[in-house]
Protein backbone atom coordinates (compact mmCIF):
# COMPACT_ATOMS: atom_id res chain seq x y z
CA UNK A 1 0.00 0.00 0.00
CA UNK A 2 2.96 2.18 0.58
CA UNK A 3 4.40 2.10 -2.59
CA UNK A 4 1.18 2.60 -4.36
CA UNK A 5 0.95 5.61 -2.24
CA UNK A 6 4.53 6.71 -3.34
CA UNK A 7 3.57 6.07 -6.92
CA UNK A 8 0.78 8.27 -7.41
CA UNK A 9 3.02 11.03 -5.21
CA UNK A 10 5.44 10.54 -7.81
CA UNK A 11 2.26 10.57 -10.80
CA UNK A 12 1.08 13.84 -10.14
CA UNK A 13 3.94 15.57 -8.83
CA UNK A 14 5.46 14.49 -12.19
CA UNK A 15 2.79 16.02 -13.68
CA UNK A 16 1.88 19.63 -12.25
CA UNK A 17 5.49 20.24 -10.38
CA UNK A 18 8.46 20.63 -12.66
CA UNK A 19 10.90 21.72 -10.05
CA UNK A 20 10.14 18.05 -8.37
CA UNK A 21 12.35 16.57 -11.19
CA UNK A 22 15.54 18.45 -9.52
CA UNK A 23 14.56 15.83 -6.50
CA UNK A 24 14.04 12.86 -9.31
CA UNK A 25 18.15 13.56 -10.47
CA UNK A 26 18.65 12.82 -7.61
CA UNK A 27 17.14 9.53 -7.17
CA UNK A 28 18.19 6.12 -7.78
CA UNK A 29 17.89 4.69 -11.74
CA UNK A 30 15.20 2.01 -10.23
CA UNK A 31 13.44 4.20 -8.80
CA UNK A 32 12.30 5.88 -11.78
CA UNK A 33 12.15 2.68 -13.80
CA UNK A 34 9.48 1.22 -11.50
CA UNK A 35 7.58 4.66 -11.65
CA UNK A 36 7.74 4.02 -15.68
CA UNK A 37 6.72 0.18 -15.80
CA UNK A 38 3.78 0.63 -13.04
CA UNK A 39 2.34 3.51 -15.04
CA UNK A 40 2.36 1.89 -18.05
CA UNK A 41 1.35 -1.63 -16.14
CA UNK A 42 -1.63 0.25 -15.20
CA UNK A 43 -2.57 1.51 -18.98
CA UNK A 44 -2.06 -1.84 -19.61
CA UNK A 45 -4.81 -2.97 -17.67
CA UNK A 46 -6.97 -0.64 -18.95
CA UNK A 47 -6.64 -1.58 -22.32
CA UNK A 48 -6.86 -5.09 -21.40
CA UNK A 49 -10.19 -4.26 -19.89
CA UNK A 50 -11.21 -1.81 -22.82
CA UNK A 51 -10.69 -5.30 -25.02
CA UNK A 52 -12.48 -7.67 -22.79
CA UNK A 53 -15.82 -4.99 -22.75
CA UNK A 54 -15.27 -5.39 -26.36
CA UNK A 55 -14.94 -8.52 -26.32
CA UNK A 56 -17.86 -9.37 -24.23
CA UNK A 57 -20.67 -6.97 -26.53
CA UNK A 58 -18.83 -9.05 -29.68
CA UNK A 59 -19.03 -12.60 -27.96
CA UNK A 60 -22.72 -13.48 -28.65
CA UNK A 61 -22.10 -12.83 -32.44
CA UNK A 62 -18.97 -15.49 -32.34
CA UNK A 63 -21.34 -18.59 -31.91
CA UNK A 64 -23.90 -18.08 -34.60
CA UNK A 65 -20.85 -16.82 -37.12
CA UNK A 66 -19.50 -19.93 -36.60
CA UNK A 67 -22.77 -21.88 -37.03
CA UNK A 68 -22.74 -20.00 -40.40
CA UNK A 69 -19.17 -21.32 -41.50
CA UNK A 70 -19.97 -24.42 -40.85
CA UNK A 71 -23.16 -24.55 -43.01
CA UNK A 72 -21.03 -23.05 -45.70
CA UNK A 73 -18.20 -25.57 -45.44
CA UNK A 74 -20.57 -28.55 -45.54
CA UNK A 75 -21.30 -27.16 -48.98
CA UNK A 76 -18.16 -25.94 -49.68
CA UNK A 77 -16.77 -29.16 -51.68
CA UNK A 78 -18.34 -29.95 -55.35
CA UNK A 79 -20.23 -33.50 -54.87
CA UNK A 80 -19.14 -35.09 -57.77
CA UNK A 81 -15.50 -33.41 -57.82
CA UNK A 82 -12.65 -36.41 -57.24
CA UNK A 83 -8.69 -35.36 -57.28
CA UNK A 84 -6.09 -37.77 -57.24
CA UNK A 85 -2.16 -37.09 -57.00
CA UNK A 86 -0.52 -40.32 -58.09
CA UNK A 87 2.57 -40.90 -58.83
CA UNK A 88 3.24 -37.07 -58.78
CA UNK A 89 0.70 -36.66 -60.94
CA UNK A 90 -3.12 -34.96 -60.62
CA UNK A 91 -6.37 -36.49 -62.28
CA UNK A 92 -9.57 -35.68 -61.52
CA UNK A 93 -13.08 -37.09 -62.92
CA UNK A 94 -14.24 -33.56 -64.30
CA UNK A 95 -14.49 -31.59 -68.11
CA UNK A 96 -11.44 -29.37 -67.41
CA UNK A 97 -10.17 -26.61 -67.15
CA UNK A 98 -12.49 -26.84 -63.80
CA UNK A 99 -13.26 -23.92 -62.06
CA UNK A 100 -13.80 -23.42 -58.37
CA UNK A 101 -14.84 -20.50 -56.58
CA UNK A 102 -15.61 -19.76 -53.12
CA UNK A 103 -18.21 -17.29 -53.90
CA UNK A 104 -21.52 -18.76 -56.01
CA UNK A 105 -22.33 -14.96 -56.86
CA UNK A 106 -18.20 -14.10 -57.85
CA UNK A 107 -17.91 -10.43 -59.56
CA UNK A 108 -16.53 -10.46 -63.11
CA UNK A 109 -13.84 -8.65 -62.70
CA UNK A 110 -12.50 -10.52 -59.78
CA UNK A 111 -9.97 -13.67 -59.98
CA UNK A 112 -11.50 -17.09 -59.78
CA UNK A 113 -10.35 -19.05 -56.37
CA UNK A 114 -8.55 -21.90 -58.20
CA UNK A 115 -8.84 -23.51 -61.60
CA UNK A 116 -7.74 -26.82 -62.80
CA UNK A 117 -6.31 -27.57 -65.96
CA UNK A 118 -4.45 -31.15 -66.01
CA UNK A 119 -3.63 -29.93 -69.66
CA UNK A 120 -2.00 -26.52 -69.02
CA UNK A 121 1.09 -25.25 -67.99
CA UNK A 122 1.95 -23.32 -65.18
CA UNK A 123 4.01 -20.67 -67.60
CA UNK A 124 0.34 -19.94 -68.93
CA UNK A 125 -1.07 -18.87 -64.89
CA UNK A 126 -1.18 -15.11 -66.00
CA UNK A 127 -3.92 -16.20 -68.51
CA UNK A 128 -6.08 -18.14 -66.40
CA UNK A 129 -7.31 -14.99 -64.67
CA UNK A 130 -7.18 -17.00 -60.95
CA UNK A 131 -5.59 -17.20 -57.86
CA UNK A 132 -4.46 -20.78 -58.13
CA UNK A 133 -4.06 -22.99 -60.44
CA UNK A 134 -2.95 -26.79 -60.66
CA UNK A 135 -1.82 -28.56 -63.41
CA UNK A 136 -0.48 -32.03 -64.03
CA UNK A 137 2.66 -31.70 -62.18
CA UNK A 138 2.71 -28.64 -60.06
CA UNK A 139 0.53 -25.99 -58.55
CA UNK A 140 1.08 -22.33 -58.50
CA UNK A 141 -0.16 -19.28 -56.31
CA UNK A 142 0.66 -15.93 -55.43
CA UNK A 143 2.94 -14.73 -53.04
CA UNK A 144 4.51 -11.83 -51.31
CA UNK A 145 7.76 -9.87 -52.83
CA UNK A 146 10.25 -8.11 -50.91
CA UNK A 147 7.68 -4.82 -50.73
CA UNK A 148 4.66 -7.09 -49.50
CA UNK A 149 3.06 -6.67 -52.68
CA UNK A 150 0.93 -9.38 -54.69
CA UNK A 151 3.14 -9.66 -57.59
CA UNK A 152 4.89 -13.09 -57.79
CA UNK A 153 4.25 -16.84 -57.59
CA UNK A 154 5.35 -19.92 -55.82
CA UNK A 155 5.16 -23.36 -57.52
CA UNK A 156 4.54 -26.43 -55.71
CA UNK A 157 4.92 -29.43 -57.65
CA UNK A 158 3.01 -32.60 -56.59
CA UNK A 159 6.04 -35.00 -56.93
CA UNK A 160 7.04 -33.34 -53.68
CA UNK A 161 4.36 -35.47 -51.72
CA UNK A 162 5.52 -38.44 -49.96
CA UNK A 163 2.02 -40.20 -50.53
CA UNK A 164 -0.33 -40.43 -52.80
CA UNK A 165 -3.63 -39.57 -51.83
CA UNK A 166 -7.56 -39.54 -53.10
CA UNK A 167 -9.78 -36.60 -52.01
CA UNK A 168 -13.75 -36.80 -52.67
CA UNK A 169 -17.08 -35.64 -51.17
CA UNK A 170 -16.71 -38.58 -48.77
CA UNK A 171 -13.02 -37.86 -47.74
CA UNK A 172 -14.03 -34.26 -47.57
CA UNK A 173 -17.14 -34.80 -44.93
CA UNK A 174 -15.42 -37.64 -42.77
CA UNK A 175 -12.59 -34.60 -42.56
CA UNK A 176 -14.99 -32.51 -41.25
CA UNK A 177 -17.02 -34.24 -39.05
CA UNK A 178 -14.24 -34.72 -37.32
CA UNK A 179 -14.10 -31.08 -36.63
CA UNK A 180 -17.92 -30.54 -36.43
CA UNK A 181 -18.13 -31.95 -32.61
CA UNK A 182 -15.53 -28.76 -31.42
CA UNK A 183 -17.73 -26.28 -32.90
CA UNK A 184 -20.24 -25.36 -30.48
CA UNK A 185 -17.61 -25.16 -27.90
CA UNK A 186 -15.89 -22.34 -29.89
CA UNK A 187 -16.93 -19.57 -27.20
CA UNK A 188 -15.68 -21.26 -24.54
CA UNK A 189 -12.20 -22.01 -25.73
CA UNK A 190 -11.88 -18.28 -26.93
CA UNK A 191 -13.07 -17.43 -23.32
CA UNK A 192 -10.42 -19.78 -21.88
CA UNK A 193 -7.66 -17.98 -24.62
CA UNK A 194 -8.67 -14.60 -23.44
CA UNK A 195 -8.84 -15.49 -19.49
CA UNK A 196 -5.35 -17.47 -19.41
CA UNK A 197 -3.11 -14.67 -21.74
CA UNK A 198 -4.51 -11.57 -19.80
CA UNK A 199 -2.51 -11.61 -17.35
CA UNK A 200 0.45 -12.94 -19.46
CA UNK A 201 -0.04 -9.98 -21.55
CA UNK A 202 -0.35 -7.09 -18.72
CA UNK A 203 2.72 -8.31 -17.28
CA UNK A 204 5.03 -8.90 -20.83
CA UNK A 205 3.26 -6.14 -22.53
CA UNK A 206 3.75 -3.95 -19.90
CA UNK A 207 7.21 -4.66 -19.93
CA UNK A 208 7.92 -4.54 -23.57
CA UNK A 209 6.25 -1.00 -23.78
CA UNK A 210 8.57 0.25 -21.39
CA UNK A 211 11.34 -0.77 -22.87
CA UNK A 212 9.93 0.60 -25.97
CA UNK A 213 9.60 3.71 -24.43
CA UNK A 214 13.22 3.75 -22.83
CA UNK A 215 14.76 3.42 -26.41
CA UNK A 216 12.59 5.98 -27.70
CA UNK A 217 14.12 8.27 -24.24
CA UNK A 218 17.44 7.18 -25.23
CA UNK A 219 17.61 10.01 -28.42
CA UNK A 220 14.86 12.23 -26.98
CA UNK A 221 17.50 13.04 -23.58
CA UNK A 222 20.42 13.14 -26.18
CA UNK A 223 18.30 16.31 -27.62
CA UNK A 224 17.72 17.41 -24.35
CA UNK A 225 20.83 16.86 -22.99
CA UNK A 226 22.70 19.34 -26.23
CA UNK A 227 20.18 22.12 -24.96
CA UNK A 228 20.65 21.44 -21.28
CA UNK A 229 24.33 22.24 -21.88
CA UNK A 230 23.65 25.14 -24.29
CA UNK A 231 22.58 26.80 -21.59
CA UNK A 232 24.83 25.69 -18.85
CA UNK A 233 22.23 24.08 -16.42
CA UNK A 234 25.02 20.68 -15.69
CA UNK A 235 22.63 18.45 -15.67
CA UNK A 236 24.36 15.00 -16.59
CA UNK A 237 22.97 12.78 -19.62
CA UNK A 238 22.21 10.36 -16.86
CA UNK A 239 20.09 12.42 -14.31
CA UNK A 240 18.30 13.75 -17.82
CA UNK A 241 17.27 10.50 -18.78
CA UNK A 242 15.71 9.61 -15.13
CA UNK A 243 13.70 12.35 -15.07
CA UNK A 244 12.37 11.64 -18.57
CA UNK A 245 11.45 8.61 -17.35
CA UNK A 246 8.86 10.03 -15.40
CA UNK A 247 8.53 13.31 -17.76
CA UNK A 248 6.97 11.26 -20.79
CA UNK A 249 3.83 10.94 -18.27
CA UNK A 250 2.43 13.58 -20.24
CA UNK A 251 3.32 12.46 -23.44
CA UNK A 252 1.83 9.15 -23.08
CA UNK A 253 -1.09 9.64 -21.71
CA UNK A 254 -2.01 12.37 -24.06
CA UNK A 255 -0.71 10.26 -26.77
CA UNK A 256 -3.35 7.53 -25.50
CA UNK A 257 -5.99 9.89 -25.19
CA UNK A 258 -5.55 10.63 -28.85
CA UNK A 259 -5.68 7.31 -29.87
CA UNK A 260 -9.15 6.73 -28.57
CA UNK A 261 -10.34 9.95 -29.87
CA UNK A 262 -8.80 9.12 -33.61
CA UNK A 263 -6.32 11.06 -33.55
CA UNK A 264 -2.82 9.98 -33.95
CA UNK A 265 0.44 11.79 -34.97
CA UNK A 266 4.11 10.91 -34.65
CA UNK A 267 5.34 13.70 -33.92
CA UNK A 268 3.02 14.64 -31.09
CA UNK A 269 4.56 12.28 -28.18
CA UNK A 270 8.15 13.75 -29.02
CA UNK A 271 6.74 17.62 -29.20
CA UNK A 272 5.17 17.07 -25.92
CA UNK A 273 8.44 15.62 -24.31
CA UNK A 274 10.91 18.55 -25.14
CA UNK A 275 8.23 20.97 -24.64
CA UNK A 276 7.82 19.54 -20.99
CA UNK A 277 11.32 18.70 -20.58
CA UNK A 278 12.06 22.41 -21.23
CA UNK A 279 9.66 24.15 -18.85
CA UNK A 280 11.37 21.49 -15.96
CA UNK A 281 14.96 22.80 -16.90
CA UNK A 282 13.97 26.18 -17.37
CA UNK A 283 11.83 26.09 -13.92
CA UNK A 284 15.00 24.90 -11.63
CA UNK A 285 17.78 26.91 -10.39
CA UNK A 286 21.62 26.11 -11.76
CA UNK A 287 22.35 22.88 -10.58
CA UNK A 288 25.85 21.26 -9.38
CA UNK A 289 26.07 17.86 -11.82
CA UNK A 290 23.61 15.11 -10.44
CA UNK A 291 25.96 11.34 -11.22
CA UNK A 292 23.53 8.42 -12.10
Do not use: C
Not at 41 to 66: D, H, M, S
Not at 202 to 207: A, E, Q, R, T
Not at 223 to 232: T, Y
Not at 274 to 280: H, N, S
Request: net charge positive; hydrophobic share 45%; glycine share 4%.
Amino acid sequence: MGQLKTFFYSFTRSLFEPKYYKDVAKVKFWFSFRYLWFLIFLLTIIKVFTIGGKYIKNRPQIQPEVNKFVSYAENFYPRYLKLQIKNGQLSTNVVEPYIFDIEKDKWRDQKHFIIIDTKGSIENYPNYNTNILATRNAIVYPSESKNNKMGETSVFYFRELKKDFTVDKKAYDNLLNIVKPYTPRVSFFIDWIVLSFSPLFMIFGSLFWTGGVMFGLLFLTFFVWIINLIFKKQYSYGSLFKMGMHAVTWPILITEIAKYLAFSSSALYALIFIFWMLIILFSTEKEPDFLV
